[in-house]
């Protein structure tokens, strides 16, 4: 087969490093890719908002499956507009895809589904959205509406706090519409599943770690690092967060015509009450793909082709035992103002611990050199016989990467850490 791999960060870089070992693949090509990933594939340089010129392309080289790796061109309708033109892709359509794209499109959808999530309510006007604030209890959650790179979330520990979010959606950019929902209490967790329109199948749970610094301190970014299985999700958690909703959540678009094909992202609380669901995202977690993809023990792009051909229900998937944990190294000052350009040594040296892979995430190639070119630059993703193990491998070979520009959180995988040592997390 030959894929074209649309997408440019860390997660595009596992699935050309997973799509890579398929014994299907007879050619890789990414659009734009990244400095890790044109290592792997060969990198075409388009513009993938202009959707014509990404089938034009597919038409030349004979593409026999496009992989969409992150939101933007989903909600996009990239795929609705590969597939008018006979071109197979790996994706949900823009209808499905506004799982991600607006959240009051799927708190509507829990609503009326009885999927459990927290209570909310969604304005388009500010006066409304700041009326509704007062009286209710707090902390309390402002979430832009739209696409938002993971950023677009305030959890308000007071009412000047969230006033402040909400006039800061309104100021925005394309900004207008937001969400306000209550707060729940419990564990995070990311479950992860494929849907080929009828039957759902699991795939993996994962856990990020979304603030920037040691001790879940300091702004919220698009993720600093991860690790999978998550300990949180029993087998039990499993069944439940499929039954009550995952599989809702798909019969109720098919119920509205929208069939979902793809990868479907629920981002969980785990409280009192069993699983609630935060949101949904329509793609791969960045970083929890890098994750997933160094424990998934089948071929992605057979089971890339089995959704995308509704085959799931003969489908089963393995994994590998071995916990993952991936730690980013991202630019100095992320995720506020930062500086690209700067140089990045050691690579080889830390690639060569054992059971460490490097994904790029914003990087690109000056000959021999490898610059810093986004927030995120690299994830150190390592698997070991325990997640201490993991954690460990991927922290030595952060340390033998030299790049004074960049920093990374000391502390992921600390939860799955202190259960295995048996201490409170």
């Known amino acids: ?57 597919c038409r030349d080289q004979a593409i026999d499956l496009v992989v969409v790796g992150p939101e933007v061109p989903l909600v996009a309708g990239l795929v609705d507009d ?44 500010r006066e409304p959205a700041l009326a509704y604030l007062e009286g209710r209890p707090l902390p309390i959650v402002v979430k832009a509406d739209g696409l938002a790179a993971g950023k677009g979330v305030t959890v308000a520990l007071d009412h000047a706090e969230a006033i402040a979010a909400v006039n800061a959606v309104f100021a925005a950019p394309g900004g207008g519409s937001l969400v306000i929902e ?3 209490e419990g564990e995070e967790a990311s479950f992860f599943a494929l849907s080929d329109g009828k ?16 001790g879940d301190e300091g702004p919220n970014t698009g993720g600093m690092g991860a690790y999978s299985p998550a300990p949180v999700m029993t087998p039990a958690l499993i069944e439940e967060t499929m ?17 979902y094909r793809g990868v479907l992202y629920a ?13 949904y995202n329509v793609r791969f977690g960045d970083p929890e793909c890098q994750v997933l993809m160094m424990r998934l023990k089948d071929d992605l792009l057979t089971l890339m082709n089995a959704t995308v051909d509704g085959e799931l229900a003969r489908t ?28 990045i040594g050691g690579l080889e040296r830390a690639a060569a611990v054992e059971g460490v892979e490097i994904f790029h995430a914003g990087t690109k190639r000056d000959g021999e050199r490898v610059l810093a070119s986004g927030g995120r630059v690299l994830n150190v993703t390592a698997r070991g016989r325990t997640v201490a193990e993991a954690q460990a491998r991927a922290y030595e070979a952060v340390g033998l990467i030299e790049w004074p520009d960049g920093f990374c959180r000391r502390d992921i995988g600390w939860r799955a850490v202190a259960r295995e040592r048996g201490t409170d997390a």
């Open 316 to 343: 089963s998937i393995r994994w590998h035992d071995d916990p993952a944990l991936t730690v980013v190294l991202a630019a100095r000052g992320y995720p506020g103002g930062y500086a690209t350009g700067s140089e």
């Open 243 to 259: 039954a009550r909703i995952v599989r809702p959540t798909v019969d109720a678009l098919a119920a509205r015509g929208i069939p």
């Open 82 to 125: 590969l597939a008018a033109a006979g071109i197979r892709a790996f994706g949900p359509t823009r209808a499905a895809a506004q799982l991600e794209g607006s959240k009051a499109f799927t708190k509507s959808l829990c609503r009326d589904a009885g999927i459990p999530t927290a209570d909310y309510a969604a304005f388009s006007e």
């Open 199 to 214: 039957t759902v199948i699991p795939l993996a749970t994962a856990q990020d770690h979304k603030r920037a610094f040691d």
């Open 182 to 184: 209550d707060f729940l």
């Open 1 to 57: 087969m030959r894929v074209l791999l649309i997408g440019s960060g860390g997660r595009e870089h596992a699935l050309a490093w997973a799509l890579s070992a398929s014994p299907l693949l007879t050619k890789l090509y990414a659009a734009p890719g990244n400095g890790g990933i044109c290592a792997l594939a060969e990198c075409a340089p388009l513009d993938v908002a202009d959707h014509p010129a990404v089938a034009a392309f």
């Open 267 to 279: 981002g969980l609380m785990i409280g009192a009450g069993g699983p609630k669901l935060i949101e």
